[in-house]
């Protein structure tokens, strides 16, 4: 979820030969990159729309097209000279709804979502679908305070939906206790 132009997706692709990927991407420049990269490839299935709790039709704010800084929530760098002035209009579905109708309810081995500040949002349009899921890799950082999330608010999400949560490191995960 939040395929931008594909690298995550090629990383999969090539750990796993028989993986299928279904990346979802709304922003313009980045849909075209995707098509290209992954032309003629049927393990990668790329929908045009980004994720959300609900079917939307909303803005999608960034400083260039194509941008990997790009949020539904116009952020705030102007202290790093960045402003959000690109805005596209894009379609958000519920994944909850997508994996039934097209996935057929299928185990999920692992959901990436990098979409700038509303991977929590995204992770509660999952429903049942999250349940199905083995691992959930979200980012974490700076747009998190563009859209007031609040490391804790995952906490709370993923212990009461009986995950346990790890920390990335280059030294390999640390589970956060």
């Known amino acids: 979820v939040g395929g931008n132009k594909g690298l995550y997706t090629d990383a999969l692709l090539n750990l796993f030969p028989v993986a299928k990927v279904y ?7 980045n849909l075209l ?14 929908i045009p729309k980004g994720v959300a709790r609900e079917d939307a039709v909303l803005k999608l704010y960034s400083d260039t097209p194509g941008s990997g800084l790009a949020s539904l929530t116009k952020r705030q760098l102007d202290h790093f000279k960045i402003s959000f002035e690109h805005e596209e209009v894009i379609e958000v579905i519920s994944f909850e709804k997508f994996w039934i109708d097209n996935l057929n309810k299928a185990p999920i081995d692992i959901c990436k979502l990098d979409i700038e500040g509303h991977e929590l949002d995204a992770l509660r349009g999952m429903g049942a679908a999250l349940d199905m899921t083995k691992v959930v890799q979200f980012e974490f950082g700076g747009c998190n305070i563009d859209t007031r999330t609040f490391f804790q608010d995952f906490w709370y999400f993923f212990t009461e939906k009986n995950f346990s949560i790890y920390r990335i490191t ?8």
């Open 33 to 46: 990159a995707l098509r290209k990269r992954f032309n003629g490839n049927d393990r990668v299935t790329i």
């Open 170 to 177: 280059p030294y390999g995960p640390v589970r956060i206790k």
């Open 23 to 29: 990346t979802f991407e709304p922003a313009a420049a």
